[in-house]
């Protein structure tokens, strides 16, 4: 079992940047899928990027595409999503989500059964 927690969230002006970091206990990241995904009020999550556990190959959504980056660090057990050019419609909590069975990832929800409790980000001037 992984529990993936989040951490980075916080407020930033529009063009500015945040680094996500999704740490996990008890079992190497590398094991799993990351995806991390985006939900405002109402809405259903949205998968925003993930990275395979198999080769690290990684997949974003259009909308982040070009200025989001996600990596590991397995020496810190760690995943982080990079975030440049930050723009108000980025405003959302952000969930880190991992998976064992899927080795290549995907962007969708179904696919990821250990999930933190989010972290808010707010781009606003």
């Known amino acids: 079992q992984v529990q993936p927690v989040e951490s980075g969230g916080g407020l930033v002006q529009p063009g500015g940047s945040l680094r996500l970091s999704c740490a996990a206990s008890?079992?190497?990241?590398?094991?799993?899928?990351v995806g991390w995904f985006r939900q405002a009020p109402g809405m259903g999550r949205e998968g925003v990027s993930c990275?395979?556990?198999?080769?690290?190959?990684?997949d974003y959504a259009d909308s982040v595409k070009g200025r989001f980056t996600i990596s590991r660090d397995n020496a810190k057990n760690m995943v982080y999503l990079q975030m440049n050019n930050l723009k108000p419609e980025d405003t959302d909590v952000y969930y880190c989500?991992?998976?064992?069975?899927?080795?290549?990832?995907?962007?969708?929800?179904?696919?990821?059964?250990?999930w933190g409790q989010g972290t808010q980000v707010t781009v606003s001037s």
């Open positions: 989500a991992a998976d064992e069975m899927f080795r290549i990832c995907g962007l969708f929800v179904y696919e990821y059964d250990y």
């Open positions: 008890g079992v190497p990241l590398n094991y799993y899928a």
């Open positions: 990275i395979s556990s198999s080769n690290n190959s990684t």
